[in-house]
C-alpha cells in the first residue's frame, strides 16, 4: 500500500480525517519533523504532505522514495521548488480554501484597529462598563469602516474576496496587482485600479494580498510608508517578509502611521510577538486562514490530489515557478 507521510505539526483529528479522505494510502502523521524522525520514518514515503515546515534538497536526500508532494496551505514559500523540480518531483498547492476565511479575518483587523477594540474590550475588563474615560479619550479616534478608501496590492483569489466583502460597508476600494482585471471585474465589485505609490498615498488603510517571493520580500519598506498618511493603518494577512518589521514599528512609535493589524509576522518560529508594547498594533497567530469550514475543505482537497497522483491521473494546482 502507497505511503503518505504528513510532516507538519497538527492536532490528531487533522491527520485522523486526512486518512479517512485517502481511498487507498496508509498515514503516517509525524509531529516532529526532524532530520532523525524523517529519517526514520519517511524514507520510504510515496507523497509527503506539509503546511509551513521546510522542504529542500536537503529534505528531499531524507526521503528519496517521495514521488509527489502536496501542501496543504495556499502559499508555498515554505518550498524550495527549484530544488523539488530539479529532483522531477511534481509538487501541488491548495489555493482557494482558505479564501473566505482570510477574507473575514482581514476585515475584522480593520474594524478592530478602527474602532480600537482591543483598548474599549480593556477599559471594561479594568475599569467596568461603562467606561467614559475611553470613549472621552477615544472618540475622535474611533472611524467607520464605511468612510475609509482601503487599498488592495494583490487582487487574486483573497483580494477579491476582501473587496466584495467591503461593498457591503459602501467602502471605496482600490488596487493595485501586477495584471489588471478586466472591466466586468472591477465595475462588479466596485474597485479602482491605481498605480501603487497613488494606492499607498490615497488609501487609508492598505492590505497586502501577494504571495511572498524575492521580488516582494519588505514590499512595504521606508519608501513605501514615507508615503502613507500618518492616519492610515497597514493590514497584512499574507506572509510576514512582506514587510520591514522594524520599519513598521519605528513609523508607529514615531506618529507616522496610526497602526497595524496583523496576522502574519517576519520570524514566526520564535515564537515573540516584537509589537507586544505597541497599543497600536493588534497581532493575531496566523490563524486566519483556518476554521472548521476551511481546515476540512483543504485535507478534503488535498486527499483528492493525492488519491489523483497515486491512481496515475493527472493532479491540479501544480506549481508551476
Same mark, same amino acid.
Not at 486526512?18 to 509525524?30: R, S, Y
Not at 520514518?41 to 503546511?51: E, K, P, Q
Not at 470613549?135 to 477579491?160: C, K, P, S
Given at each position: 500500500?502507497?505511503?503518505?507521510?504528513?510532516?507538519?505539526?497538527?492536532?490528531?483529528?487533522?491527520?485522523?480525517?486526512?486518512?479517512?479522505?485517502?481511498?487507498?494510502?496508509?498515514?503516517?502523521?509525524?509531529?516532529?519533523?526532524?532530520?532523525?524522525?524523517?529519517?526514520?520514518?519517511?524514507?520510504?514515503?510515496?507523497?509527503?504532505?506539509?503546511?509551513?515546515?521546510? =522542504?529542500? !534538497?536537503?529534505?528531499? !536526500?531524507?526521503?528519496?522514495?517521495?514521488?509527489?508532494?502536496?501542501?496543504?496551505?495556499?502559499?508555498?514559500?515554505?518550498?524550495?521548488?527549484?530544488?523539488?523540480?530539479?529532483?522531477?518531483?511534481?509538487?501541488?498547492?491548495?489555493?482557494?480554501?482558505?479564501?473566505?476565511?482570510?477574507?473575514?479575518?482581514?476585515?475584522?483587523?480593520?474594524?478592530?484597529?478602527?474602532?480600537?477594540?482591543?483598548?474599549? $474590550?480593556?477599559?471594561?475588563?479594568?475599569?467596568?462598563?461603562?467606561?467614559?474615560?475611553?470613549?472621552?479619550?477615544?472618540?475622535?479616534?474611533?472611524?467607520?469602516?464605511?468612510?475609509?478608501?482601503?487599498?488592495?496590492?494583490?487582487?487574486?483569489?483573497?483580494?477579491? !474576496?476582501?473587496?466584495?466583502?467591503?461593498?457591503?460597508?459602501?467602502?471605496?476600494?482600490?488596487?493595485?496587482?501586477? $495584471?489588471?482585471?478586466?472591466?466586468?471585474?472591477? !465595475?462588479?465589485?466596485?474597485?479602482?485600479?491605481?498605480?501603487?505609490?497613488?494606492?499607498?498615498?490615497?488609501?487609508?488603510?492598505?492590505?497586502? $494580498?501577494?504571495?511572498?517571493?524575492?521580488?516582494?520580500? $519588505?514590499?512595504?519598506?521606508?519608501?513605501?510608508?514615507?508615503?502613507?498618511?500618518?492616519?492610515?493603518?497597514?493590514?497584512?494577512?499574507?506572509?510576514?517578509?512582506? =514587510?520591514?518589521?522594524?520599519?513598521?514599528?519605528?513609523?508607529?512609535?514615531?506618529?507616522?502611521?496610526?497602526?497595524?493589524?496583523?496576522?502574519?509576522?517576519?520570524?514566526?518560529?520564535?515564537?515573540?510577538?516584537?509589537?507586544?508594547?505597541?497599543?497600536?498594533? =493588534?497581532?493575531?497567530?496566523?490563524?486566519?486562514?483556518?476554521?472548521?469550514?476551511?481546515?476540512?475543505?483543504?485535507?478534503?482537497?488535498?486527499?483528492?490530489?493525492?488519491?489523483?497522483?497515486?491512481?496515475?491521473?493527472?493532479?491540479?494546482?501544480?506549481?508551476?515557478?
Amino acid at each position: 500500500m502507497p505511503k503518505v507521510v504528513l510532516a507538519e505539526v497538527v492536532p490528531p483529528f487533522v491527520s485522523q480525517q486526512l486518512q479517512a479522505l485517502l481511498a487507498g494510502a496508509e498515514l503516517d502523521a509525524i509531529q516532529d519533523t526532524s532530520d532523525e524522525e524523517l529519517a526514520r520514518r519517511a524514507t520510504d514515503a510515496d507523497v509527503l504532505v506539509t503546511a509551513r515546515a521546510r =522542504v529542500d !534538497a536537503h529534505t528531499l !536526500a531524507l526521503t528519496p522514495g517521495v514521488r509527489f508532494i502536496q501542501q496543504l496551505a495556499v502559499g508555498y514559500d515554505n518550498l524550495d521548488v527549484d530544488a523539488i523540480r530539479a529532483a522531477g518531483i511534481p509538487v501541488a498547492n491548495n489555493p482557494g480554501f482558505n479564501c473566505s476565511s482570510v477574507a473575514e479575518h482581514t476585515i475584522m483587523l480593520m474594524l478592530v484597529v478602527l474602532h480600537r477594540f482591543l483598548a474599549a $474590550h480593556d477599559a471594561t475588563c479594568s475599569g467596568g462598563f461603562p467606561t467614559p474615560g475611553f470613549v472621552l479619550a477615544n472618540q475622535a479616534n474611533l472611524r467607520e469602516l464605511g468612510d475609509e478608501t482601503v487599498g488592495l496590492i494583490g487582487f487574486g483569489n483573497i483580494g477579491r !474576496a476582501v473587496a466584495e466583502r467591503l461593498k457591503g460597508f459602501k467602502t471605496r476600494v482600490l488596487y493595485f496587482a501586477r $495584471h489588471r482585471a478586466d472591466k466586468a471585474t472591477e !465595475a462588479q465589485l466596485g474597485v479602482e485600479y491605481t498605480p501603487v505609490n497613488d494606492l499607498l498615498v490615497d488609501a487609508s488603510i492598505v492590505s497586502l $494580498h501577494v504571495p511572498s517571493s524575492a521580488q516582494t520580500r $519588505h514590499l512595504i519598506g521606508p519608501a513605501e510608508l514615507a508615503l502613507m498618511s500618518p492616519n492610515s493603518f497597514l493590514i497584512n494577512t499574507s506572509r510576514g517578509d512582506l =514587510v520591514d518589521e522594524a520599519e513598521l514599528r519605528r513609523a508607529i512609535q514615531d506618529g507616522r502611521l496610526a497602526g497595524a493589524g496583523l496576522d502574519v509576522l517576519e520570524d514566526e518560529v520564535g515564537g515573540i510577538n516584537p509589537f507586544s508594547d505597541l497599543p497600536q498594533v =493588534v497581532v493575531t497567530p496566523h490563524s486566519a486562514g483556518i476554521t472548521r469550514t476551511s481546515m476540512p475543505r483543504a485535507l478534503r482537497l488535498a486527499a483528492a490530489n493525492i488519491d489523483r497522483f497515486l491512481c496515475g491521473e493527472p493532479v491540479v494546482n501544480l506549481v508551476t515557478r
